[in-house]
């Protein structure tokens, strides 16, 4: 269904958004969109930069949790 909007069709689309909300409240919609688009992307390197860093310590503060007998694994 949308594969068959065109340009015309997008064009009148954004006059009528336009028309209903006006230029101010459109401009402002954006500037938060853009916002919101920028603290996405700085959560993201931020969490790719704390599985970098914090796979290491995991690794080295990683303890073993695996029964040592079969009386231990059948009491857990």
């Known amino acids: 269904m949308l594969n068959n909007i065109g340009l015309p069709g997008l064009l009148l689309i954004a006059v009528v958004v336009l028309v209903l909300f ?11 969109v853009g916002k919101g688009i920028t603290a996405f992307k700085k959560g993201v390197d931020d969490g790719k930069k704390e599985i970098e860093e914090g796979s290491a310590e995991a690794a080295e503060t990683a303890r073993d949790v695996t029964p040592e007998t079969t009386e231990d694994r059948d009491k857990a």
């Open 22 to 32: 006006g230029r101010g409240k459109i401009s402002s919609l954006m500037g938060e």
